[in-house]
């Protein structure tokens, strides 16, 4: 994992991750339909869920379920 220094903190990490071909098709439909690059969609998904962690769990226990 590499990072950008930036005031003494990390302003971005390279990850390299794999995904599924069902969830890469949804970040190309995510990344259409709103416009920005699919690092900025992860980012943004990963905001929303930073911001109100039972949603988070919420969709992991719906996943879980089903």
Known sequence: ????????SYSRIHTGFR???KNYKLLEELEKDLGINKTSVINM???LIK????????LI???ISK
Not at 1 to 8: F, W
Not at 51 to 58: A, E, G, P, R
């Open 1 to 8: 994992m590499q990072g950008n220094k930036d005031n003494g």
């Open 19 to 21: 995904l599924t071909q």
């Open 45 to 47: 998904i990963l905001n």
């Open 51 to 58: 911001k109100d962690k039972s949603v988070l769990i919420s």
């Open 61 to 63: 226990k719906s996943a």
